[in-house]
T-cell receptor
Framework: SAVISQKPSRDICQRGTSLTIQCQVD?????MFWYRQQPGQSLTLIAT?????????ESGFVIDKFPISRPNLTFSTLTVSNMSPEDSSIYLC?????????????FGPGTRLTVL | DAKTTQPPSMDCAEGRAANLPCNHS???????VYWYRQIHSQGPQYIIH???NNETNEMASLIITEDRKSSTLILPHATLRDTAVYYC???????????FGAGTRLFVKA
C-alpha cells in the first residue's frame, strides 16, 4: 500500500495569484496523477505526472495553467496559476503502485482551494 | 469518458447486505473492474478489483458475470460508516490512468 500526504490541506487565495500543492508518497510508486473535484461532482483527471519530464495533460487542461513537477519517484507538485473563482475545487494527488495484475491506485486526502 | 453505468443512488438498511450494480458492456478482454469509494471530505479509497473471477477481501466481494459485461459489489453487513459514493471503474491493469464516472451514492440507514 501507499500513504499519500498533501500540503496544504486547504487554502483561501485571491484571484490572480498562484498556489503550489505538494504531494508526498511514503514509498516508491510507478505513476502519479493529479485530479480535480468540483463541489458535488466526480473526480476529473488533470494530468499524469511523469518523473523527470513534462506531465501528460488531459483534454481541457494545459501546462501554463497547471504546471506540474515530479523530480523523483515519491514527490510531485501541482501549481494552480493565475487563479479565478472557477478554480475553487478539491485537488487530489494519486499514486499507482504494484505490478501487472495487482496494481492499485491510492489517493491523498485532497487540498481544498477557495479562490475569492 | 467513463466506460461504466451505475445507478445514481441506493439505500440500504444497517446490518443488511448492500449490493451495488455496475454495467460495463464495452469492457475489453484486458480490462479489469475496480471499485473505489469516497466518504465525504476524504480521498477515494480502493476497495477491490478483479478480471473475471469473483473476488473477496476483508471489505467486500466482487461478483463479475461470465460475459464480464456487468458486476456487483457486495458489502455483506453494511454499517453507517459505509455511507459513501461508490465508483466502478474499468481499466487496463499495469500502469494506466483511472477515469471516474458519476458513481453510486449509497445511504446506509439505521
Amino acid at each position: 500500500s501507499a500513504v499519500i500526504s498533501q500540503k496544504p490541506s486547504r487554502d483561501i487565495c485571491q484571484r490572480g495569484t498562484s498556489l503550489t500543492i505538494q504531494c508526498q508518497v511514503d514509498s516508491q510508486v510507478t505513476m502519479m496523477f493529479w485530479y480535480r473535484q468540483q463541489p458535488g461532482q466526480s473526480l476529473t483527471l488533470i494530468a499524469t505526472a511523469n518523473q523527470g519530464s513534462e506531465a501528460t495533460y488531459e483534454s481541457g487542461f494545459v501546462i501554463d495553467k497547471f504546471p506540474i513537477s515530479r523530480p523523483n519517484l515519491t514527490f510531485s507538485t501541482l501549481t494552480v496559476s493565475n487563479m479565478s473563482p472557477e478554480d475553487s475545487s478539491i485537488y487530489l494527488c494519486s499514486a499507482l503502485t504494484g505490478f501487472i495484475g495487482t496494481d492499485t491506485q491510492y489517493f491523498g486526502p485532497g487540498t481544498r482551494l477557495t479562490v475569492l | 469518458d467513463a466506460k461504466t453505468t451505475q445507478p445514481p443512488s441506493m439505500d440500504c438498511a444497517e446490518g443488511r447486505a448492500a449490493n451495488l450494480p455496475c454495467n460495463h458492456s464495452t469492457i475489453s478482454g484486458n480490462e479489469y473492474v475496480y471499485w473505489y469509494r469516497q466518504i465525504h471530505s476524504q480521498g477515494p479509497q480502493y476497495i477491490i478489483h478483479g478480471l473475471k473471477n469473483n473476488e473477496t477481501n476483508e471489505m467486500a466481494s466482487l461478483i463479475i458475470t461470465e460475459d464480464r459485461k456487468s458486476s456487483t459489489l457486495i458489502l455483506p453487513h453494511a454499517t453507517l460508516r459505509d455511507t459513501a459514493v461508490y465508483y466502478c471503474i474499468v481499466r487496463v491493469n499495469g500502469g494506466f490512468k483511472t477515469i471516474f464516472g458519476a458513481g453510486t451514492r449509497l445511504f446506509v440507514k439505521a
